[in-house]
């Protein structure tokens, strides 16, 4: 009779254990579901790359950010990558962000005019493209080289870092901008 009732228990123990799984498997995979892109990562960084495209001779800017950041730091409540790249509004407000946010300039401080090219998403990332109109069309000279600004999303995110990198005549030189360093950042070639 013993054997038979610590039968019974075993698996009644085994039942209740069974059972306390998948309610633990069900409540992951709640949180799972809704839990939004802005919580799928902790990392708050973004690459910014300057330099000559060597079949136009245009000096490109191309930056590369979380698209979920970009779209909550543009106040968009749920990240709808068609409604914000995809669309008119949705360019001109990351147009308006990024230049409120990402200045260039010669190492004098004369700040480089910009041309929007657009902005396109991969679902990951977002990417924003400009040309940078250097004043001779050239790289910036080894002595003053290139002043950068470049808060994107830092009036966001505390955390946020940026990395811009410089490639001129097969030389690259990079300037990092996050927690503790926000002041313009000099590039020289010398």
């Given at each position: 009779m013993r054997s038979a009732l610590d039968n019974s228990n075993s698996r009644a123990r085994g039942s209740s254990l069974l059972r306390a799984l998948l309610r633990l498997a069900a409540l992951v995979g709640v949180i799972l579901a809704v839990s939004t892109p802005a919580q799928a990562h902790r990392l708050h960084a973004g690459v910014a790359e300057i330099y000559e495209n060597e079949t136009t001779g245009e000096v490109e800017l191309v930056i590369r950010v979380f698209a979920h950041d970009l779209t909550e730091a543009l106040g968009f409540d749920q990240y709808d990558p068609e409604a914000v790249f995809a669309s008119v509004d949705g360019q001109a407000a990351i147009e308006a962000y990024l230049r409120a946010t990402f200045r260039l300039a010669d190492g004098e401080g004369y700040l480089y005019d910009l041309t929007w090219i657009g902005a396109e998403t991969d679902e990951e990332f977002g990417y924003a493209y400009f040309t940078v109109h250097l004043p001779d069309g050239t790289a910036p000279a080894a002595d003053t080289g290139?002043?950068?600004?470049?808060?994107?999303?830092?009036?966001?995110?505390?955390d946020q870092v940026m990395m811009t990198n410089f490639r001129f005549n097969s030389r690259v030189r990079t300037a990092m901008q996050g927690p503790g360093?926000?002041?313009?950042?000099r590039i020289r070639w010398d």
């Open positions: 290139f002043l950068v600004d470049n808060d994107i999303l830092s009036d966001h995110f505390d360093q926000r002041d313009p950042v």
